[in-house]
């Protein structure tokens, strides 16, 4: 079976400092990945995606970074933390044959 | 993607069906409905998606209008544990890479 994991799952980083957020997913080949942020009492807001290895695409402009070195690895970066860039982390995969979504455990990240 | 319009909160005693609406007007006819729900510090929940028939599974059964401008996500038997957001996506099958979120509906189920 398919699974999808995040990690670190909490994380407190002073204004400034680099970030480095990873997930992997094991089980499937070639998936698509999603990252999404969520500010607290705040909705969903899609960050990154890909298709494919080496292949991002960045929704809204922002102080983060995302790459996929490996088929099954999507890794969310920063060189410069924001106060601004404090929130929920969600790595996701979705089924291309029936489009279902599927979530990791979330990052919590908080930037002092 | 087409547009969907949610209630921004419901209330649901426990036991009872939990009948979450959602008006998604402008859906094309090969768009399904996808629904998500998002309990508290966790990420969101695959529940169940529908073309044009209505569906339903172990969580929940999804009612889609004849017109398809509409649809219903029923609870059966809503519990203190369903108490969440509810998300109501409009989104293509195929070619559709990207699954935007709005706001959903918070349910709160009540003792």
């Known amino acids: 079976s398919q699974t999808i994991h995040q990690w670190p799952a909490t994380l407190v980083q002073p204004v400034g400092s680099p970030l480095s957020l990873e997930c992997t997913v094991e089980g499937t080949s070639n998936p698509n990945l999603y990252w999404y942020r969520q500010a607290a009492g705040r909705g969903l807001q899609l960050l990154f995606y890909?298709?494919?290895?080496?292949?991002i695409s960045s929704e809204v402009p922002q102080n983060l970074s995302a790459s996929r070195p490996q088929d099954r690895q999507f890794i969310l970066s920063s060189k410069k933390l924001l106060l601004s860039d404090s929130g929920f982390y969600l790595c996701?995969?979705?089924?291309?044959?029936?489009?279902?979504?599927?979530f990791g455990e979330g990052s919590r990240l908080t930037v002092l | 993607d087409a547009k969907t319009t949610q209630p921004p909160s419901m209330d649901c005693a426990e036991g009872r069906a939990a009948n979450l609406p959602c008006n998604h007007s402008t859906i094309s006819g090969n768009e399904y409905v996808y629904w998500y729900r998002q309990i508290h510090s966790q990420g969101p929940q695959y529940i169940i998606h529908g073309l044009k028939n209505n569906e339903t599974n172990e969580m929940a059964s999804l009612i889609i209008t004849e017109d398809r401008k509409s649809s219903t996500l029923i609870l059966p038997h809503a519990t203190l544990r369903d108490t969440a957001v509810y998300y109501c996506i409009a989104k293509f099958l195929t070619g559709g890479f990207k699954t935007i979120f709005g706001a959903g509906t918070r349910l709160f189920v009540k003792a």
């Open positions: 996701a995969w979705n089924r291309v044959d029936t489009g279902e979504l599927f």
């Open positions: 890909s298709v494919g290895i080496g292949q």
